[in-house]
Structure formats: C-alpha cells, structure tokens
C-alpha cells in the first residue's frame, strides 16, 4: 500500500510508526517542512520525503495544494491513502487533489483556553485576545478537516473527548505508539552531566522532560517542590532537560525566560549545583537519562499527552503526574504511578518522597508503569489498529 504522510513538522507523531510501515513492505511518502537533515537516519531509507516550505501559516492551505499538484505531476505521486495532521490546515488541500482517496485526520486537540491553563492554573494570567482569536482559527481549521476526513484519529480518549460531543463517536482511538523493543530498563544506563558528573543507577535522580520549560508542563510547581527534597536528600540531583523557549500559552515575562523567572523564587538556601538545566538532549541520551531515574515527574495542563511520559514509564522510570488531564487515563494512581494536584507544590513533594524513601515500592511502580505500555500503547498494537483502520476504507473506497 502507497501511504502519503502529511505534518508541517514531520516526522511528528510518525516518527515510529512511519519507519515501521516501511519495514512491513508498504510505500510511504511524506510531505513537511522539516528539513532531512534533522530526522534522517537508517530507518528512514525507503521513504520518499517531498518538502514544502511556508513563509506564513495563513497560506499554508494554498501553498501546500499548489506544492501537491505539482507533486501529482512530476513525480505520479498517487498515493492509496492520506494521513494529515489538521492542526496547520494542512488536511483541506488533500481532498482538492485526491477527492478519491481516503482521508485520515490527525486533529490531536480542540482548542480551547481550559487546554491553557484558564479555570486549572491560579497562576495562568487571562488569555489575550489575539490567542483567543488564535485558538478560534485553529478550531475553524480543525472543523473544516473535520467534515473532509474518512476516519478521524485520537491518540487518547481525553484528546478525543476535548472535541465537540456531536464529532466523538466518529473518532478511532489510537496512539501513535511507543517502540518498547527500543525502550526498555537498562540497569546499566548512565549519563555525564555537564560539570563532568557522571549518574547511573546508584544515584538518586529525580528527572523532567518538556520540549519548552513553560507553566503548562507544570515548571513552576516542580521547582517549587524541590528544595524540601534536596533538603532530605543531600545526594539527591535533579535533571531537566528541555529548551527556554514557549512552545505553548503566553511568553514569559521575564527577558531570559519562564525558568529564569521560576529560579529567581526560589529560596536563597536553595542548592543550584545539584539542579541540572542541560537543555534538549539527543535521543540516545535522553532515553539513558530516563532509564536511571529514580523518580520521573511529568506535570501538564488540560493539554495533549507528551511523549515523554510513555518513554519514561517504557525505560521504567516510577512516575508522578498530576490529576485533571490526560494522565488519568493512562496512571492509576498507587498502582502503576502516582497522580498529584498540579498546583500543589507540596503533594508533590510528598510523592516524590515516597518514591525517593522506598525503593521496593519505587521498583514496584515501576514496573508496573512499563507492563501499561507494553499492554496498551505499544507500537505493535497502533500499528495493527492502524491496519485495521486501513482495510476498513480501502475496502469502502473500492465497492
């Protein structure tokens, strides 16, 4: 089967499942504006990626249709089946060129300013008007994908059940899976941090992964948590990896940053030499740095659920998130992980003792939090549903 992939950030959520297709005998193609470059690896070898560029996203439709057409032409690009991310309005060009084809949507999330922190964060300022404007833009967007789509794909019954009631019931659930031969425990894991400190298994690391450090991945909170820890802990060191831009919400106010503006709270005896900003990590690194961790904590926002929370429970790290998102459905708390109130700076601290204080119980989590992976959100079974999904439309497209 001839698969065309559509992401303005590809490879984005087919980042797994698209080398994996290709491993299984299909044709992928691919459009985006992401260079080569960045992803490219062996994996990749077999795909055919035909990238765009788009100076502004109020043309992305027009461009990316005309980008197509011309695709259509020179390279006979007629693919079976189409997956598009909506969220750039990249999935209304589609049908112009393929009316034929059936159309997977991809919308991840209805917009909305709960999903930023409105009514959830006592700290979130209100919402501008140009966001509001913003997130209606997105929604109009995401409807009129909507409308075209064949199937319609979540990867979370939260995410799903953001949208519109009338829509849900023609959502498929399916997560875009997480490549558990990839990621898996290794007692042996170990990384150098940049003052020449190498941590493994013996230390006691508490970790935290976000693309942006921002108050919707709960930043504020988890420094907040910590110096009682580091107090108790006087081993403790505590990792974060990720860059000090905004990828969601408002900007900072602070001229360096929302980091630079939660540090600057922190208490004058607080021990900085133990607390490790090493920004983004190359992916090797970051899954090494997980498979040490003695206590992974993972907060957000009403939003869409990171990868990072499904990488770290896979490498089998014992995980505290918080309540009132999309980990209620993935954490039982007590069982497989430990759920907290996201502006509770102090539950969180007494989660992470818990974990820090037991080992056996941490272990135990632990573990746990990987079998829900490997049961529930593995890359084999997303790309089975998939397949399945797959033989349903092109079964409806040939009668």
Not at 124 to 143: D, S, Y
């Amino acid at each position: 089967m001839h698969i065309l992939l559509v992401h303005q950030n590809f490879p984005g959520q087919f980042r797994e499942l698209a080398p994996a297709w290709l491993a299984r005998g299909h044709r992928v193609s691919a459009v985006g504006t992401t260079p080569a470059k960045q992803f490219w690896d062996s994996r990749w070898q077999g795909l055919t990626y035909l990238p765009y560029s788009c100076p502004q996203d109020q043309l992305r439709a027009k461009v990316l249709a005309d980008h197509l057409r011309q695709l259509r032409h020179d390279h006979q690009l007629e693919p079976q089946l189409v997956i598009a991310h909506s969220g750039w309005g990249e999935a209304a060009p589609v049908k112009e060129i393929w009316p034929d084809r059936p159309l997977v949507v991809y919308p991840e999330l209805w917009g909305s300013e709960h999903a930023l922190g409105v009514n959830f964060d006592p700290q979130q300022q209100p919402i501008a008007q140009a966001e509001k404007q913003a997130i209606r833009r997105h929604n109009q967007r995401t409807l009129r994908a909507l409308h075209l789509a064949d199937a319609i794909v979540a990867p979370t019954a939260f995410q799903r059940d953001s949208f519109p009631f009338p829509w849900r019931e023609r959502f498929t659930l399916i997560h875009e899976g997480v490549n558990c031969k990839r990621l898996q425990p290794n007692p042996r894991a170990s990384h150098l941090l940049p003052n020449g400190q190498l941590l493994d298994r013996s230390n006691s690391v508490i970790t935290y992964v976000s693309r942006h450090f921002e108050p919707l991945r709960g930043l504020h909170t988890f420094l907040a948590a910590l110096p009682p820890l580091l107090t108790a802990h006087p081993a403790l060191q505590v990792v974060m990896v990720g860059g000090a831009g905004t990828s969601y919400g408002q900007e900072a106010s602070h001229p360096q940053g929302h980091l630079a503006e939660q540090l600057e709270k922190l208490p004058a005896s607080f021990d900085h030499s133990r607390l490790h900003c090493v920004g983004p990590l190359p992916y090797e690194k970051l899954c090494a740095l997980l498979q040490l961790s003695s206590a992974h904590v993972y907060l957000t926002y009403p939003y869409t659920l990171s990868w990072s929370l499904m990488e770290a429970m896979a490498c089998g790290a014992a995980v505290v998130g918080n309540h009132g998102g999309p980990l209620d459905e993935v954490i039982e708390p007590g069982s497989n992980g430990l759920l907290v109130d996201f502006n509770s700076p102090a539950q969180l601290t007494a989660g992470l003792q818990e974990l820090l204080s037991h080992p056996d119980r941490r272990q135990q989590l632990a573990q746990a939090a990987r079998r829900t992976v490997e049961q529930h959100y593995s890359l084999e079974l997303a790309l089975a549903r998939y397949e399945r999904l797959f033989g349903q439309l092109l079964s409806h497209t040939s009668r």
